[in-house]
C-alpha cells in the first residue's frame, strides 16, 4: 500500500505564501500523474494542480497564475508552491496520483494521506 504524507501547511495571512511537500511511498513514482486536492468544511474535496509524468501542469482557474505544481523523482515527492494566498485557499491540502490528468477529474489511485491544514486569516 503506498503512504503518502503531506505536509508544510500552517496559518498564513492572506498574500502569504506556504509550500507544500507530499512523500509517496511508491517506488516507480515518476510514471505517475501527481496532483495536489483540497477540500474546505462543508464542500466536497476538488483539485487543484495536476503534473503528469512529462511534466506538463494543469491548475484549477481559481488557483491559476498564484500556485505552482512540480516534483522531484528522485525524492519522490510532490510540491505546490502557493503564493498570494486568500482566504478562499483555507482547506485541508491532500496529494495523490490521478488516473487523470484533467483538472475537475478527481480519480485517485492510492489510499489518500492524512493531508495538511492550510488556514488563510487575518
Known amino acids: 500500500q503506498v503512504q503518502l504524507v503531506e505536509s508544510g501547511g500552517g496559518l498564513v495571512q492572506p498574500g502569504g505564501s506556504l509550500r507544500l511537500s507530499c512523500a509517496a511511498s511508491q517506488s516507480t513514482f515518476r510514471i505517475y500523474t501527481m496532483g495536489w486536492y483540497r477540500q474546505a468544511p462543508g464542500k466536497q474535496r476538488e483539485s487543484v494542480a495536476i503534473?503528469?509524468?512529462?511534466?506538463?501542469?494543469n491548475y484549477a482557474t481559481s488557483v491559476k497564475g498564484r500556485f505552482t505544481i512540480s516534483r522531484d523523482n528522485a525524492k519522490k515527492t510532490v510540491y505546490l508552491q502557493m503564493n498570494n494566498l486568500e482566504f478562499e485557499d483555507t482547506a485541508v491540502y491532500y496529494c495523490?496520483?490521478?488516473?487523470?490528468?484533467?483538472?475537475?477529474?478527481?480519480?485517485?489511485?492510492?489510499?489518500w494521506g492524512q493531508g495538511t491544514q492550510v488556514t488563510v486569516s487575518s
Open positions: 495523490n496520483a490521478d488516473r487523470d490528468s484533467r483538472i475537475g477529474s478527481v480519480q485517485p489511485m492510492w489510499t
Open positions: 503534473i503528469t509524468a512529462g511534466g506538463s501542469t
